[in-house]
């Protein structure tokens, strides 16, 4: 069993609907992540935030605005998406901050977003 | 930037056969990761590793890292319907922190 829980694990929206996307971790790990897959292909990395700072931010469109609110949370708002957007959304979690190579990461599993 | 490479993209196999999946990343890695994927799931972190010439085994499973730390494979004996999946490699470059770049992965079925 995963110890980084997300909801929903199933969302359909409508390109003009506002929603987010939760994550939760209590493995006290220090950065978080947000990754997109789609079908076949490796996860793509969005958002990482590092001690509850962004650090990385992958060139992601603004309609996608990630918020963490505390150690434990990361959220991923959604307003005006596209079809196109629809993926399984990955968080993920690891046990020390963002800039130490030696992370091992631990994902969620993970919220099937559907645009229509 | 860098690029792993995986192959092969796809796999089938009879069960009790063997399986090797590799990986070939275009820059020097600090250490080599693989996860697994079932149908409908999450990718899943099966090992890390660190050293140069690496090898590691989890039961059935070996995994290795090449002298260079540019290449790793990982090898099934006697594959079973429980290791159906897509096999990802991932890798952080020296510079890339905790920037992973994943593999295209490679998908196994095994036919019982």
């Known amino acids: 069993d995963t110890e980084v829980t997300q909801t929903p694990k199933h969302l359909v929206m409508g390109m003009t609907n506002k929603k987010s996307l939760k994550c939760e971790q209590h493995m006290g790990h220090r950065a978080m992540y947000w990754y997109k897959q789609k079908a076949k292909k490796p996860p793509e990395l969005m958002f990482v935030?590092?001690?509850?700072?962004?650090?990385i931010n992958e060139s992601v469109p603004s309609r996608f605005s990630p918020e963490c609110p505390n150690s434990s949370l990361l959220n991923l708002h959604l307003h005006a998406l596209q079809p196109e957007d629809s993926a399984l959304y990955l968080c993920?979690?690891?046990?020390?901050?963002?800039?130490?190579?030696?992370?091992?990461?631990?994902f969620g599993e993970g919220s099937w977003l559907t645009v229509v | 930037g860098q690029q792993v490479m995986q192959i092969p993209q796809y796999q089938h196999v009879q069960e009790g056969e063997d399986f090797t999946t590799y990986c070939n990343s275009s820059?020097?890695?600090?250490?080599i990761q693989w996860y697994k994927q079932r149908p409908g799931g999450h990718p899943v972190f099966l090992i890390q590793?660190?050293?140069?010439?690496e090898v590691k085994k989890q039961k059935r499973l070996t995994f290795q890292f090449g002298e260079a730390k540019k290449n790793s494979s990982l090898h099934i004996t006697a594959t079973q319907t429980t290791d159906v999946g897509t096999y990802f490699c991932?890798?952080?470059?020296?510079?890339?922190?905790?920037?992973?770049?994943f593999g295209e992965g490679t998908q196994l079925t095994v036919n019982p």
């Open positions: 820059t020097t890695l600090s250490n």
């Open positions: 590793l660190v050293k140069s010439g």
């Open positions: 935030y590092s001690y509850e700072k962004l650090s």
């Open positions: 991932a890798g952080p470059a020296w510079t890339s922190g905790s920037r992973l770049t």
């Open positions: 993920a979690s690891s046990q020390q901050g963002a800039s130490w190579s030696g992370n091992t990461i631990y």
